[in-house]
């Protein structure tokens, strides 16, 4: 069975920063990608990075130059660095998995999706 669990969100001033992490179990595709998805209220989710497992890597314009993605294979856990964040970050984040390596930050084509960890950025 495949699971994915967000863990990392908190409320921070504007300007700060937080770390996120998934924590994938049962993934073992040899190919895939790998995002980070956020969701804020009365919008839509959003595919804002991507890494896949050629490590190649996608950004949303809006996250470009402040947010880094990365995996850590020992620990087959999905990070996503934001620095500099700002109140229009304020979302509910999703980690989200499949089992394709091309990079795509469209949420259809995306198979397995975590609980979400909310990040709330005040001014």
């Known amino acids: 069975e495949v699971r994915l669990e967000d863990s990392g969100g908190d409320s921070v001033q504007a300007g700060g920063s937080l770390r996120l992490s998934c924590r994938l179990t049962?993934?073992?595709?040899?190919?895939?990608?790998l995002t980070w998805f956020r969701q804020a209220p009365g919008k839509s989710r959003e595919g804002i990075a991507a890494?896949?497992?050629?490590?190649?890597?996608m950004y949303a314009d809006s996250v470009k130059g402040r947010f880094t993605i990365s995996k850590d294979n020992a620990k087959n856990t999905l990070n996503l660095q934001m620095d500099n964040l700002q109140p229009e970050d304020t979302a509910t984040y999703y980690c989200?998995?499949?089992?394709?390596?091309?990079?795509?930050?469209?949420?259809?084509?995306?198979?397995?999706w975590g609980q979400g960890t909310q990040v709330t950025v005040s001014s």
């Open positions: 989200a998995a499949r089992p394709f390596p091309q990079l795509t930050l469209d949420r259809d084509r995306y198979n397995y």
């Open positions: 049962g993934f073992t595709y040899q190919y895939y990608c």
């Open positions: 890494l896949s497992s050629e490590s190649t890597t």
